[in-house]
């Protein structure tokens, strides 16, 4: 059974974006997402973004991919409460109705099992409240990794580009 890290953000605080430019989460990216994410209790998390029109694939309405692309970032911040690193193995998005522009997508977001290094998270989307119709709905597989895989494949960055905690994981493994 996996348990919450005892260094995992306290519920109700939001979990910062791990690197400024990521097109998910980083405050700086200029097309991005801009996702916010919130620790919740046990191991869960909540997070939300608004559709703006640099995110449409049909016109007035959210891509698919850039609705599996905020899951994905949601489901990965799951990852803060349990100590680990780990990346995304497999993603499955249901989309259940059409996400307009202008709307703010809420997700919440659990670990439901641990089975090895795999991490089982499943996820739901509703539009413009915490308990609007759901939209779009997510499963996911995370494998736990060394904290060198993201130095072995990615590309080497300043410290003031992660936060805080990615920055002590490069740091502790350079």
């Known amino acids: 059974m996996i348990e919450r890290h ?47 029109d640099d995110h449409q694939g049909a016109p007035g ?10 899951f994905d970032e949601v489901l990965g911040s799951l990852i803060w409460l349990i100590g680990e690193p780990a990346v995304t193995g497999h993603l499955e998005t249901s989309y259940r109705r059409p996400v307009p ?34 939209s779009v709905t997510a499963s996911a597989v995370f494998v736990v990794v060394p904290a060198t895989h993201f130095v072995e494949h990615g590309r080497a960055v300043a410290p003031s580009e992660l936060s805080e905690a990615a920055a002590k994981v490069a740091e502790v493994n350079p």
Do not use: Q
């Open 61 to 70: 309405l959210a891509h698919g991919g850039i609705l599996s692309l905020a």
């Open 101 to 134: 522009v202008g709307t703010t997508l809420y997700i919440g977001a659990a670990i439901d099992r641990v089975d090895g290094r795999k991490i089982y998270m499943s996820a739901s989307g509703r539009e413009n409240a915490v308990d609007g119709p759901v």
């Open 6 to 52: 005892p260094d995992a953000p306290a519920p109700g605080t939001r979990i910062t974006s791990h690197y400024r430019m990521c097109v998910g989460c980083g405050p700086d990216h200029p097309t991005g997402l801009h996702v916010t994410v919130t620790a919740g209790e046990g191991l869960t998390v909540s997070g939300s973004f608004t559709v703006t």
